[in-house]
Nanobody, 116 residues
Framework: QIQLVESGGGLVQPGGSLRLSCAAS????????MGWYRQAPGKQRELVAD???????DYVDSAKGRFTISRDNAKNTVYLQMNSLKPEDTAVYYC??????????WGQGTQVTVSS
């Protein structure tokens, strides 16, 4: 079992940046595909970005060119660097751990609010 704890959310002005972190504990972090999801009020949770153990990444179209996902397997941590933030990026952001095509664990979520 892998446990996930996010940090780094907050209030930022449009055009600003935030870096989210997700610390994992428990079983072998490097074996998981790690992801960041977000859920805005009244909307479904959506995948923002994910990264394989080897470092291959994928992004939702709205995040391409602005967000960067990375991982440090030695620190059991995955990051989401978010630049050029927009009000529509406002959501609760969740870290996930996927293995064998199924989400095995979720973090508790961290609020990101983009507003002037």
């Amino acid at each position: 079992q892998i446990q996930l704890v996010e940090s780094g959310g907050g209030l930022v002005q449009p055009g600003g940046s935030l870096r989210l972190s997700c610390a994992a504990s428990g079983s072998s972090f490097s074996m998981y595909v790690m992801g960041w999801y977000r859920q805005a009020p009244g909307k479904q949770r959506e995948l923002v970005a994910d990264i394989t153990s080897g470092g291959s990444t994928d992004y939702v179209d709205s995040a391409k060119g602005r967000f960067t996902i990375s991982r440090d397997n030695a620190k059991n941590t995955v990051y989401l660097q978010m630049n050029s933030l927009k009000p529509e990026d406002t959501a609760v952001y969740y870290c996930s751990a996927r293995r064998s095509f199924a989400i095995r664990s979720w973090g508790q979520g961290t609020q990101v609010t983009v507003s002037s």
